[in-house]
């Protein structure tokens, strides 16, 4: 069950990624006031003054039962297709910088994701919080991961947890 949960995830980041098999994001900035016009913000980092946890790029995987009808309603309020394959039941659609993840069949609930290190593009940034960094600080605030990355590793790897009502957060760096 674990494996095939990975090899999901892993599927899912691919698809997202839109670059191919090597790497994987679900993304989306929050949005920063600029000149009366909103953009993408600047790369994610440590608030140094505060200490607060920036999580990264996010997005939203929906766990969907007619990927066709899903994929027809969001094309009609605005998202096109970004990356996936819907002969694998998973489509990645975006409308500026808000991402949505369709998948059929794939895992029993929403998941939200964050990714450290992408933006919303999979373009990675300069800059980030690195995905063992925020776990250790989640873990010392007393956070239950669901499962963890090797703090002692570098580059891609993920976590997962689920927030007190139940909702999967997957933190998931791909560089």
Same mark, same amino acid.
């Given at each position: 069950?674990?494996? *095939?949960r990975r090899?999901?995830?892993? =599927?899912?980041?691919?698809? $997202?990624?839109?670059i &191919?098999? #090597?790497?994987?994001? @679900?993304f989306?900035?929050?949005?920063?006031?600029?000149?009366?016009?909103?953009?993408?913000?600047?790369p994610f980092?440590?608030?140094?003054q505060?200490?607060?946890?920036?999580?990264?790029?996010?997005?939203?995987?929906l766990?969907?039962?007619?990927?066709?009808?899903?994929?027809?309603?969001?094309?009609?309020?605005?998202? *096109?297709?970004?990356?996936?394959?819907i =002969?694998e039941?998973?489509? $990645?659609m975006?409308? &500026?910088? #808000?991402?949505?993840? @369709?998948?059929?069949?794939?895992?029993?609930k929403?998941?939200?994701?964050f990714?450290?290190?992408?933006?919303?593009?999979?373009?990675?940034?300069?800059?980030?919080?690195?995905?063992?960094?925020?776990q250790?600080?989640?873990?010392?605030k007393?956070?239950?991961l669901?499962?963890?990355?090797?703090?002692?590793?570098?580059?891609?790897?993920?976590?997962?947890l689920?927030?007190?009502d139940?909702?999967?957060?997957l933190?998931?760096?791909?560089?």
């Amino acid at each position: 069950m674990v494996q *095939n949960r990975r090899n999901w995830l892993m =599927k899912i980041g691919l698809a $997202i990624a839109g670059i &191919g098999m #090597a790497k994987f994001k @679900l993304f989306a900035l929050p949005l920063e006031k600029n000149n009366n016009r909103f953009t993408g913000a600047p790369p994610f980092h440590l608030n140094q003054q505060t200490k607060n946890m920036i999580p990264g790029a996010f997005s939203v995987s929906l766990n969907v039962k007619n990927i066709n009808a899903s994929k027809e309603f969001y094309e009609h309020i605005g998202f *096109n297709v970004f990356a996936g394959d819907i =002969k694998e039941n998973y489509l $990645i659609m975006k409308n &500026g910088v #808000a991402i949505i993840g @369709l998948f059929q069949g794939v895992f029993e609930k929403t998941i939200l994701t964050f990714n450290p290190g992408w933006d919303e593009n999979a373009q990675p940034l300069e800059q980030f919080d690195d995905v063992r960094e925020i776990q250790r600080q989640l873990k010392s605030k007393g956070i239950i991961l669901m499962s963890e990355t090797d703090e002692t590793s570098t580059g891609p790897a993920s976590m997962l947890l689920t927030d007190p009502d139940g909702n999967q957060l997957l933190f998931d760096q791909h560089v």
